[in-house]
């Protein structure tokens, strides 16, 4: 208890809290500057940019990325995005998960018509499953928790989609990907980092990975490689950002 009074006056001292685009106090996000974000359409291919819908990447683009879409709900460019990612996952101001899973959420309703909406409407979402892409242990010791995850669990209470937090394992530690510019080397860097423990969890499922933001997609294309592998059935990524 002690423990964590300490971590909430550290934080208030470092990071006090007032809406980070607006400074209204008690709030990093006030329900006004959340409303004022603006919400991607991503009716384009993420690799390619050719006019697409819903997220979908393109055939070509497929082969080479094993990604079916990926959905993002802002642009990285926006200051108040950027601002409101690092304090969530580097002032580990963990209850932006809250502010930042909406905006996931938002998205994915807009573009909730359609193929989106007709399977799960119908059936539910028992052949989908929600996973958040994995940090290493080094990571996660050091930040206390996977961003990645607190957002998944978020969106998985939201929608009802059942979710697994511990299938994909992250071999080895490498770089971390925010250090390395160069597209190849980034593709390197993560190469074979990942194993599924349990196969048979993800085997015909449409999965969707969760991030918080999605740069060149190296880290999410060998996860989605590893989980075609295994027999997924469709692999979706769905982040805060992008860029
Ligand atoms: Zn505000
Ligand atoms: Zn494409």
Redesign the pocket.
């Known amino acids: 208890m002690w423990l964590n009074r300490i971590k909430i006056f550290l934080l208030d001292l470092f990071f006090p809290k007032k809406c980070l685009e607006c400074g209204q106090a008690d709030t990093y996000l006030c329900p006004a500057c959340f409303n004022k974000i603006e919400i991607l359409l991503n009716n384009e291919?993420?690799?390619?940019?050719?006019i697409?819908w819903q997220g979908k990447?393109?055939?070509?683009?497929?082969k080479e990325s094993y990604l079916d879409r990926v959905i993002s709900a802002t642009n990285y460019g926006s200051p108040l995005i950027r601002e409101l990612i690092k304090a969530f996952k580097y002032h580990f101001v963990k209850e932006l998960a809250i502010s930042l899973s909406q905006l996931i959420i938002k998205t994915i309703e807009a573009n909730w018509s359609l193929d989106i909406a007709c399977p799960p409407a119908r059936q539910g979402f028992w052949d989908f499953l929600i996973v958040p892409v994995p940090l290493c242990k080094a990571k996660l010791r050091s930040r206390g928790f996977n961003q990645a995850e607190l957002l998944t669990k978020e969106i998985s209470n939201y929608f009802n989609i059942p979710t697994e937090t511990n299938i994909i394992k992250r071999k080895f530690p490498g770089m971390p990907q925010a250090n390395i510019k160069d597209t190849e080397k980034r593709k390197k860097n993560i190469k074979r980092a990942f194993e599924i423990s349990e196969p048979e969890k993800i085997r015909d499922k449409i999965i969707i990975l969760t991030d918080d933001v999605i740069t060149t997609g190296a880290t999410l294309i060998e996860v989605a490689k590893i989980l075609k592998q295994n027999s997924a059935k469709e692999v979706w990524a769905i982040t805060v950002a992008k860029g």
Not at 45 to 50: E, M, P, V
Not at 57 to 62: A, D, F, H, P, V
């Open positions: 291919c993420f690799f390619c940019g050719k697409t990447i393109c055939l070509e683009c497929k």
